[in-house]
T-cell receptor, first 113, second 114 residues
Framework: DAGITQSPRHKVTETGTPVTLRCHQT?????MYWYRQDPGHGLRLIHY???????DKGEVSDGYSVSRSKTEDFLLTLESATSSQTSVYFC????????????FGPGTRLTVT | AQSVTQLDSQVPVFEEAPVELRCNYS??????LFWYVQYPNQGLQLLLK??????LVKGINGFEAEFNKSQTSFHLRKPSVHISDTAEYFC????????????FGKGTRLSVIA
């Protein structure tokens, strides 16, 4: 357990509404990531952060924005949710030192109707 | 940019039989390699990793993987599977410059049959 929590764990929302998912970590890790998981696609990177206020886009960033105003929280926002954004969203952090592996949160299942 | 190909989307195997889950990668730079497991309705758990050194890497739950640079492969093996190994397995790669995002394969669903 790398001290990662995600909220909410489940959410159903309507097309066109804004949605914010939160990732919270308790161990002061610098690097944080948001992935989405879809059947047949594995996990794909949405955005990542390498420090407070430092973020970059991933493979599937269209329609998503992120913010990181403090080390422990990394927020993912869907400005106007679409049905194609129905997915399971995972937050991850990189372990410290020279280990480089990523540890994942429990996931958020988002359904856009 | 890196890419990962998991050659089998589904692998059924009988309990106590050996299994190999295949993973090939493509990259223009040196890489780190990982295998993750996802049990039903759960998050991802690291099975093992290759950073450098010995090309045979041992992980948790009796799994091991071998890095083959010439074949750009990182196949996962277990000599005798259990029902509890039924899960989805993901191979992932990152640049070996550290802390770069992972690129995942599409996953292999391992089903262990009693």
């Amino acid at each position: 357990d790398a001290g990662i929590t995600q909220s909410p764990r489940h959410k159903v929302t309507e097309t066109g509404t804004p949605v914010t998912l939160r990732c919270h970590q308790t161990e002061n890790h610098r690097y944080m990531y948001w992935y989405r998981q879809d059947p047949g696609h594995g996990l794909r990177l949405i955005h990542y952060s390498y420090g407070v206020k430092d973020t970059d886009k991933g493979e599937v960033s269209d329609g998503y924005s992120v913010s990181r105003s403090k080390t422990e929280d990394f927020l993912l926002t869907l400005e106007s949710a679409t049905s194609s954004q129905t997915s399971v969203y995972f937050c991850a952090i990189t372990a410290g030192g020279n280990s480089y592996e990523q540890y994942f949160g429990p996931g958020t299942r988002l359904t856009v109707t | 940019a890196q890419s990962v190909t998991q050659l089998d989307s589904q692998v059924p195997v009988f309990e106590e039989a050996p299994v190999e889950l295949r993973c090939n990668y493509s990259s223009s730079v040196s890489v780190y390699l990982f295998w993750y497991v996802q049990y039903p309705n759960q998050g991802l758990q690291l099975l093992l990793k290759y950073l450098s050194g010995s090309t045979l890497v041992k992980g948790i739950n009796g799994f091991e993987a071998e890095f083959n640079k010439s074949q750009t492969s990182f196949h996962l093996r277990k000599p005798s599977v259990h029902i509890s190994d039924t899960a989805e397995y993901f191979c992932a790669v990152s640049e070996n410059s550290g802390n770069t995002p992972l690129v995942f394969g599409k996953g292999t669903r391992l089903s262990v049959i009693a």
